[in-house]
């Protein structure tokens, strides 16, 4: 939550995260279904403790072995197990990707995968805790549904959701989320698909997750529509053809810049438009400090993403002229 | 009963690679398969279902031929589709698939993969308790497959969790580039498994350490594969 002091500077204060929420429900997956089990490699044993002493061998720390927390989450899976599976997004998605291509994707087995960390989270620990392509990466393999939300409350509606399917579903935490849940992101019935946020006349405005707060600043005076994604994968392609007006579409992700073109340009199919995709750009940036200073320094903030689009627009003669 | 077993297997791989028969039976995890699916495993064609069957995992997917013969032979799977190995249409790939070969448990083929899925599925059938009965993993591997790192993951976490649903077959026909020095088996033992080492061509011994009991530890069979001995 941020609020204004006397120098009218937001100041950032303690308040439940994505992370938080996580650790408090999760436990009580297991309480709810026999099936659910929680593997780990390390980070976040904490958290299940109490739970793996009430659900003996339900919590499974395999240590710090990602490859085989991906192999063993395959093998409960085929144990009849739901396996909620969960460390930072690089040792989840990137040093065992094979594993997920195979031990999950291959073999046809179901897992909750849930990354912390996202893009850069970790600002200062470096790149090497760093996973802004981790969407990109899932993204070539077949079958998995991605899901990006945009505060703790969207998580726990995601997270429960899943806990009940029996698919391969990728939930990417971040530290940095909106001030407030969007209604259509914590209800069941909508669930996967994307929110109406404003209704304009020009230009569509896809944000997705943590960006959404960036984005309504960043385009308050325009005269455009904004879409609320968290399930990025499908992409509800629907949603985006029935409501495109303009041919000017804006797709803003919080992860590695053009991880979503190829799904919305397949979603508009041969209707005639222009995409501008905005996201973590293709750099090695060698950088520390904050969470915000890289968000600042990617024009990932509420201000460049406002001139990066006027930009984009005033490139459109069919803009100009309304 | 099992000489007739490996026997149609011979019979078995030499109608889907045209091989002359020597060749047939020298395939280095014959005599494993033959032992463990003739004598062994609680599974059968009835029961490929059955949350209480042991599971067998062959994780070196490669040169699976002796496989499909012997689930063929075992009657898995129908014969008369074996001459199909490696077609376009077939359900027997080069190396297998869980989703289209009834019985196949695991696809492998990548090396490395097996085994840390054995230790996912032997803690959850623990875990499972009365409703998996005894049910058991079995998870073939090679002795140059153990190169890959990810084995060393699952051995290590195996033995420290006792994990003794838990039985690891290692063909071992010398294929490592690099070998192992001071053997396989210790490298298991160290890690708290308890382990034998036989020839892999002898199904007496072969039937001997797959009875091995191990309470509260995973068990290792070294299958050695000299050809000299046969």
């Known amino acids: ?322 | 009963m099992s000489g007739s077993v490996r026997d149609r297997a011979v019979e078995l791989i030499q109608v889907m690679t045209g091989d002359e028969k020597h060749e047939a039976s020298a395939a280095s995890t014959l005599d494993v398969l033959v032992a463990l699916y003739d004598g062994v495993l609680r599974v059968s064609p009835a029961t490929i279902d059955d949350p209480t069957r042991d599971r067998f995992l062959l994780s070196k997917g490669h040169g699976p031929m002796a496989y499909y013969a012997v689930l063929a032979a075992m009657g898995f799977i129908d014969p008369a589709i074996l001459p199909s190995f490696g077609a376009y249409g077939s359900i027997l790939g080069r190396h297998p698939d869980r989703t289209l070969v009834p019985g196949v448990e695991i696809s492998s083929g990548s090396l490395g993969h097996g085994l840390p899925i054995a230790v996912g599925l032997a803690h959850g059938l623990a875990v499972r308790g009365a409703a998996s009965a005894g049910a058991r993993v079995f998870c073939l591997v090679g002795d140059a497959e153990l190169e890959e790192g990810s084995n060393h993951e699952a051995i290590a976490l195996a033995g420290r969790l006792g994990l003794e649903r838990l039985h690891v077959v290692v063909v071992d026909n010398t294929s490592s580039t690099y070998g192992w020095p001071g053997g396989i088996a210790a490298r298991f033992e160290l890690e708290g498994w308890s382990a034998r080492t036989v020839d892999g061509r002898s199904r007496p011994a072969l039937d001997a350490a797959f009875r091995v009991a191990h309470p509260g530890r995973p068990h290792v069979v070294i299958a050695m594969i000299n050809d000299a001995l046969s």
């Open chain 1, 1 to 322: 939550m941020t609020v204004a002091n006397a120098l009218d500077r937001p100041v950032t204060v303690a308040r439940e995260t994505m992370r938080d929420r996580f650790y408090s429900v999760a436990p009580t997956l297991l309480d709810a279904d026999p099936n659910v089990a929680i593997v780990l490699a390390e980070i976040g044993t904490d958290a299940f403790d109490a739970a793996a002493e009430r659900h003996p061998g339900r919590v499974l720390n395999v240590g710090i072995r990602e490859q085989l927390l991906i192999g063993a989450a395959a093998g409960l899976a085929l144990a009849g197990f739901r396996p909620i599976v969960h460390t930072y997004a690089p040792f989840l998605v990137e040093r065992p990707f094979e594993q997920l291509k195979l031990d999950l994707g291959h073999n046809d087995l179901g897992a909750v995968l849930v990354s912390v960390g996202a893009s850069f989270d970790a600002s200062a620990s470096g790149r090497t805790h760093q996973a802004p392509e981790d969407v990109a990466l899932l993204s070539a393999l077949p079958g998995w549904r991605i899901e990006v939300p945009g505060h703790p409350d969207e998580l726990e509606a995601i997270l429960r959701a899943a806990a009940g399917r029996s698919d391969r579903t990728y939930i990417r935490l971040s530290e940095l989320a909106n001030e407030s849940a969007v209604a259509g992101a914590v209800d069941g019935a909508t669930a996967g698909r994307m929110t109406v946020v404003r209704r304009g006349r020009g230009a569509t405005i896809v944000a997705v997750g943590p960006m959404l707060d960036q984005v309504v600043d960043a385009v308050a005076d325009l005269d455009v529509t904004v879409l609320y994604a968290t399930t990025v994968r499908p992409f509800d392609a629907a949603a985006l053809g029935a409501i495109v007006d303009a041919p000017e579409v804006v797709i803003v992700e919080p992860y590695l810049e053009g991880s979503s073109a190829a799904v919305v340009s397949a979603a508009l199919g041969a209707r005639p438009h222009r995409l501008l995709s905005i996201g973590v750009p293709l750099i090695e940036p060698r950088r520390y400090g904050e969470p915000t200073e890289h968000r600042a320094a990617y024009g990932l903030d509420a201000a460049s993403i406002g001139r990066r689009i006027r930009a984009f627009l005033e490139q459109s003669s069919d803009y100009v002229r309304r």
